[in-house]
C-alpha cells in the first residue's frame, strides 16, 4: 500500500467513524448515568430522515440539524419517560425506539415526497461542504506532512471536527466537573445521590437529553455530510456498533475514539477490496468484507462484556425509598 492509498483510507476512516463515535459518546452519557439505551439506531435514523427532509424543504443544512436534533430528543424523552418516569424495561423501550424509527421514517418520507422513501437530493446550502483549513493548499506540495495535512486532516465537514472535539469535552465533563461526578455517581449508586440531596431523575433525563443530542447530530451527519439525502435504513447497523464500541470501550472517552476509529477503518476497508486483494494475493469477496464490522462486533460482544463492568446501576429503575 503505497502513501497516497494509506491516506486516502485514513481519510475514509475518519469519515465513516464520525457517526459511530457521536453515537458511543451518546450511549456513554447515557449509560454512565445507569439508562441503557438500545435505541441509539432509533435516533440516529429519525435525526437523519427530519435534518434531510427540513433541508431539502428549507434549503438550510443547519436548520435541517436542528431538526435532526428535535426529533432525536423527542425520541430521548419517549425513552426518558419509559425508563425513568414509568420505571419500564430500559432494553424493551429501546428496542421499540428502533422499531417505530425504522418505519415511521420511510412512511412519512414516502407521504410527503413520493419518492419510495427517499428525500430529495441536497446539494449547495442544503447539505455540509468540506472544510479547508487554513495553509491547506500552500502546504500541500510539503514532503510528507503537506499531504498528511490537506488530505487527512483538513477538507472535512464541520460535524467530523465537532466528533472529534467532543471526545475531550466529553472526558472533561465526566472527570473534572461537578455534573459529570454526580452522573458517574448516578450510574453507580443513585441512592446515595439522592441521599446528598441531588435529583435522581433529573440527572438522568440530563444524560438521556445529552444522547439525544449526539444522536441527532450523528443522524444528521449521515443525512446531509457522509451522503446527500435519507434512504431507507441508513444507519445501517451503527447504533448497534456503537453500543458494541462502547462496551470495548470501557465506557472510557478516549477509549470510545479508537474504538470506533478501528471500526471505521474496516468499513473503509470494505470499500476498497482491492487492497486486501494486493495483501494477501486473491480476491476476497466483497459480501464477506462489508460484514467485518458486524463480525468484530459480535467477538467484542462476545469476548469483551464479562470483562467489561458496566456502571453498577445500569438498567435498574431508581426506586426512592421512603
Request: charged share 10%.
Amino acid at each position: 500500500m503505497d502513501f497516497a492509498t494509506l491516506l486516502q483510507m485514513l481519510d475514509a476512516t475518519l469519515r465513516l467513524a464520525t457517526p459511530l463515535l457521536l453515537a458511543c459518546l451518546a450511549g456513554l452519557f447515557s449509560e454512565r448515568a445507569g439508562i441503557f439505551d438500545i435505541g441509539l439506531e432509533g435516533k440516529m435514523l429519525a435525526a437523519a430522515f427530519m435534518s434531510a427532509a427540513i433541508a431539502a424543504v428549507t434549503g438550510d443544512v443547519w436548520l435541517g440539524l436542528l431538526a435532526g436534533i428535535g426529533a432525536s430528543l423527542v425520541l430521548s424523552a419517549v425513552h426518558g419517560l419509559a425508563s425513568i418516569t414509568f420505571r419500564g424495561n430500559q432494553l424493551i423501550s429501546g428496542v421499540a425506539i428502533n422499531f417505530l424509527a425504522a418505519g415511521l421514517t420511510v412512511v412519512v418520507a414516502q407521504s410527503w415526497f413520493r419518492q419510495g422513501g427517499r428525500t430529495p437530493q441536497l446539494s449547495g446550502d442544503a447539505r455540509f461542504n468540506p472544510i479547508t483549513l487554513p495553509f491547506a493548499e500552500t502546504l500541500r506540495e510539503v514532503p510528507v506532512l503537506g499531504p498528511i495535512y490537506y488530505e487527512l486532516i483538513s477538507g472535512h465537514t464541520i460535524l467530523v471536527y465537532v466528533a472529534l472535539a467532543m471526545v475531550p469535552l466529553t472526558w472533561w465533563v465526566l472527570y473534572r466537573t461537578r455534573f459529570g461526578l454526580r452522573l458517574r455517581a448516578v450510574g453507580e449508586n443513585p441512592a446515595a445521590v439522592d441521599t446528598a440531596g441531588v435529583s435522581v431523575v433529573a440527572l438522568r433525563f440530563a444524560a438521556v437529553g445529552i444522547c439525544g443530542v449526539l444522536c441527532g447530530i450523528a443522524g444528521a451527519y449521515l443525512a446531509t455530510a457522509l451522503q446527500a439525502s435519507f434512504v431507507k435504513d441508513m444507519s445501517a447497523g451503527r447504533g448497534y456498533i456503537a453500543l458494541a464500541a462502547l462496551i470495548f470501550a470501557k465506557w472510557r472517552p478516549w477509549y470510545a475514539l479508537y474504538a470506533c476509529l478501528l471500526f471505521g477503518f474496516l468499513q473503509a476497508l470494505s470499500l476498497r477490496p482491492d487492497i486486501i486483494t494486493n495483501v494477501i494475493g486473491f480476491r476476497v469477496n466483497g459480501q464477506l468484507l462489508d460484514v467485518l464490522p458486524f463480525i468484530l462486533t459480535v467477538i467484542i460482544l462476545a469476548g469483551f462484556v464479562g470483562k467489561a463492568i458496566p456502571p453498577r446501576a445500569g438498567g435498574q429503575p431508581y426506586v426512592k425509598e421512603r
